[in-house]
């Protein structure tokens, strides 16, 4: 099997590009977006990632003969009883059954070891990147006790004054110095000694970048198929935009990726907040039910088989809120397989957001959503919430507009957050 990465302006022309290179057989195996350096020369554009496989062995074979119906699988129709005068005669032997084609099971068979393997390679990248958080994570907690040690003066002047620019970005203290000495590590591997002297600040920046984004865990996307419901439960405190952020999700899955969309929400305690979802729910022609118990919720579920996502907006509330917080529990684990994002704003303090992600451990929540990202000029609370809670990033909120104002998370957006590209890095 063959497999291959295209890059391209659309998803339209990601696909042209695939077929044309790899032929009709080719599937998909995983897309995402991402940005790099516009042709221009200034700024920044977003290009459609598409890695593709084909096999080989089947791909130059002629196409198979037509079949019959898939329904029949070549079975003979049962048949019906002779009249009784008519019993002893034979009747003329049924026609042999076409022989299945097996190609499309192939092709499936392909498709599922491709995705698989994706997977894998991206949970095994994740679960190095945990252990990396955990360890970061325990010296942390001996440094809060025993005080900040004086390490930093032993870095090279170059790494030294990086290790002030992510400090000031409001990356905690401990966590900016494991990574400049990441970096150092690196430097020294590729360089030998000469890094551990006066290293060219533009190569140790870059160094350090790559290093901030090997330590961002990233989930994919809210995964959706036709004929398959996926259910997904925002959870988070009051005032981060949980709403906005359903709404904004429901809009790509509509528009975008042309999946029929269903909206569920818990919030009654908040004045306004069914209208709100409401008139997201009006202007895109999906559904919208209000869940107050447990049955109102499994009802509108068993109702919305037939959509391949239904998003779920849950009310905000304080996270000292035990009470509130357990009665939310107990419907979320009425979910079947539930993916939960707990969503922070990236303008909370970097001790709350730590409170708040401990507050709602209980909910199991299995990924990050930071919104309200162009609130705020400081974006190290991101890194250090992630170096505690060790939960992926899901999306980026970046504003109000629906739904652009929404981005899948990547490490190399992220580690432009901590460390922006200078003029040089982009070129």
Same mark, same amino acid.
């Given at each position: ?204 920046? =870059? ?56 909206? =569920? ?130 999306? =980026? ?31």
């Amino acid at each position: 099997m063959r497999v291959k990465t295209f890059e391209a302006g659309s998803m339209q022309d990601a696909l042209d590009v695939v077929k044309k290179d790899m032929g009709e057989e080719a599937f998909i195996l995983s897309t995402r977006t991402r940005r790099r350096p516009a042709a221009t020369g200034t700024g920044e554009e977003s290009i459609i990632e598409v890695t593709a496989a084909v096999d080989e062995a089947q791909a130059g074979l002629p196409p198979a003969a037509a079949t019959t119906p898939a329904l029949t699988y070549g079975l003979r129709a049962p048949q019906t009883a002779l009249p009784a005068r008519a019993s002893r005669q034979v009747p003329p032997p049924a026609p042999p059954a076409p022989p299945m084609d097996l190609q499309p099971l192939r092709r499936e068979l392909l498709e599922i070891k491709g995705a698989v393997a994706a997977l894998k390679d991206n949970d095994q990248r994740n679960g190095s990147i945990l252990k990396e958080l955990d360890q970061m994570k325990a010296l942390l907690s001996r440094i809060q006790r025993q005080g900040m040690p004086p390490a930093q003066l032993h870095l090279p002047s170059s790494l030294l004054e990086l290790y002030g620019d992510l400090v000031a970005n409001d990356v905690e203290p401990v966590i900016a110095l494991r990574l400049c000495e990441h970096a150092q590590r690196a430097l020294t591997d590729q360089e030998g000694d000469s890094a551990t002297g006066a290293v060219n600040a533009e190569r140790a920046r =870059l160094f350090l970048r790559r290093v901030i984004a090997d330590f961002i865990p990233v989930a994919p996307p809210i995964q959706v198929e036709p004929g398959k419901m996926r259910v997904a439960a925002l959870v988070g405190p009051t005032g981060v935009g949980k709403t906005t952020t359903v709404a904004k999700l429901a809009a790509y899955a509509q528009l975008h990726l042309k999946q029929k969309v269903a909206l =569920l929400t818990l919030d009654t305690y908040r004045m306004g907040a069914v209208d709100q979802l409401q008139q997201y729910a009006q202007i895109l022609q999906v559904p919208l039910h209000v869940a107050l118990t447990v049955e109102d919720m499994r009802g509108a579920l068993r109702f919305y088989q037939d959509r391949a996502l239904v998003l779920i907006d849950t009310p905000g509330h304080s996270p000292k809120d035990t009470e509130t917080l357990n009665q939310l529990r107990g419907l979320l684990e009425e979910l079947p397989d539930v993916e939960t994002h707990l969503v922070l704003s990236a303008t909370t303090k970097p001790r709350d957001l730590t409170e708040i992600a401990a507050r709602y451990e209980p909910l199991h929540p299995t990924r990050l959503l930071f919104t309200k990202l162009d609130e705020t000029s400081t974006y190290g609370p991101i890194l250090s919430t992630l170096v505690r809670v060790k939960r992926p990033l899901s999306y =980026l909120g970046t504003g109000q507009e629906v739904p652009d104002a929404l981005e899948l998370a990547t490490s190399r957006r992220v580690a432009d957050l901590i460390l922006p590209a200078t003029a040089k890095d982009v070129e």
